[in-house]
C-alpha cells in the first residue's frame, strides 16, 4: 500500500498521459477485434474529431490542477473533510475516499448535467456521438469539462482527499471510462456479475441511447452501485439501441467540431414525446 501512495503522491504528468493513452490503445485494439456494432462510418475521422475533445479535456484540467493540488494540501493540512476528521486508516482512505469522489466528483454532476437546462446544452456533444466507442469517453466540450472540475474539487474538499487519492481516483476513472464507453463484445455471464459493482460496457451503453428515458438512467462512472442507490439504473438490450440524442441527429450538426463547440450557445431544443409502444 506504501508503494502505491508514493507512486501517486509523486505521478508525473508523462505517466498519467501514459495511462489515458495505453488505455485508449488497449480498449480501441479490443473493440476492433470483438465489437458489439460494425458499422460503414470513417472510424479514423470519428476518432478523430473525439480525440480533439479529448485534448480540450486535459488542457482544461492542466490549467486549472494548481486549484485541485491547493486544494488538497489545504485538506490535509488543515485537518479539513471526512477522511481528515474520521479516521487516519490508509485503507479507509482508500475505500471511502474513492467511493465518495466517484459519488460527489461524477455521478453527482452527471446526474445534474441531465437536469438541468444550460448544464445538459454543454453535456449534450458528449450524448451527439451516433457510434459510441472508447474515444468518446472524453467528448466533453470545455465548458462541461470546467464544471465536472469544480465538482471534482468540490469533493476534495468535502471529503478531505489527499494527493495520491485523487491521483489515483483519476487514473482509474479514465481507464474506467473508456472501458465502459469501448464498443466491445461481452458474454453475459462475465458482464452481469462486474455490473454488480462497476459501470460495464453493456450497462453504461443504455445511457447513450437516443431518446428519454433511457439516457437518463445509468449515470455511473466507476462503480455501478450509485444507480440502483437512486433507483436510475435500467436494463436494456444492447443491440436494440440507437446512439445519439433526438434533438441533434442531423451528421452536420454531430460531426463538425465548429457546431459542436457553438450548440451549447444555441437555441435550447426540448426532448421529442414518445409513446408507451415505442419502448425497447
Known amino acids: 500500500m506504501e508503494s502505491i501512495i508514493e507512486y501517486f503522491s509523486t505521478i508525473t504528468s508523462a505517466h498519467r498521459s501514459a495511462i489515458l493513452i495505453g488505455g485508449l490503445m488497449i480498449f480501441f485494439l479490443l473493440e476492433n477485434a470483438l465489437p458489439l456494432f460494425t458499422g460503414t462510418h470513417n472510424k479514423w475521422k470519428h476518432s478523430g474529431l473525439n480525440i480533439f475533445f479529448t485534448f480540450t479535456t486535459i488542457l482544461v484540467n492542466f490549467f486549472m490542477a ?3 493540488v491547493g486544494t488538497s494540501d489545504w485538506v490535509v493540512a488543515e485537518n479539513v473533510g471526512l477522511l481528515q476528521v474520521t479516521s487516519d486508516n490508509v485503507y479507509y482512505h482508500l475505500i471511502v475516499g474513492l467511493l465518495a469522489l466517484d459519488l ?3 455521478w453527482l454532476p452527471h446526474w445534474i448535467a441531465h437536469h438541468v437546462k444550460w448544464i445538459w446544452q454543454f453535456h449534450l456533444i458528449h450524448h451527439t456521438d451516433q457510434h459510441v466507442d472508447t474515444t468518446t ?3 466533453h466540450h470545455p465548458g462541461e469539462s470546467l464544471f465536472r472540475f469544480v465538482f471534482t474539487t468540490l469533493a476534495v474538499l468535502v471529503i478531505g482527499a489527499p494527493m495520491w487519492l485523487v491521483f489515483l481516483y483519476q487514473s482509474l476513472s479514465v481507464v474506467l471510462t473508456q472501458f465502459n464507453h469501448s464498443n466491445l463484445k ?3 455471464w462475465l458482464d452481469n456479475p462486474l455490473s454488480y459493482v462497476i459501470c460495464t460496457p453493456n450497462m453504461h451503453r443504455v445511457h447513450h441511447h437516443y431518446r428519454q428515458p433511457y439516457s ?3 449515470y455511473g462512472n466507476i462503480f455501478s452501485f450509485w444507480d440502483r442507490i437512486f433507483d436510475t439504473y ?3 438490450d444492447n443491440t436494440k439501441l440507437i446512439y445519439g440524442v433526438d434533438t441533434h441527429m442531423e451528421l452536420h450538426e454531430t460531426q463538425s467540431i ?4 457553438k450548440i451549447p450557445f444555441s437555441e435550447y431544443r426540448p426532448h421529442i414525446e ?4 415505442e419502448k425497447l
Open 66 to 68: 494548481f486549484i485541485l
Open 104 to 106: 460527489i466528483g461524477a
Open 137 to 139: 469517453a472524453n467528448r
Open 186 to 188: 461481452i458474454a453475459e
Open 216 to 218: 437518463d438512467s445509468n
Open 234 to 236: 435500467l436494463k436494456v
Open 258 to 261: 465548429g457546431n459542436l463547440l
Open 274 to 277: 414518445y409513446d408507451e409502444e
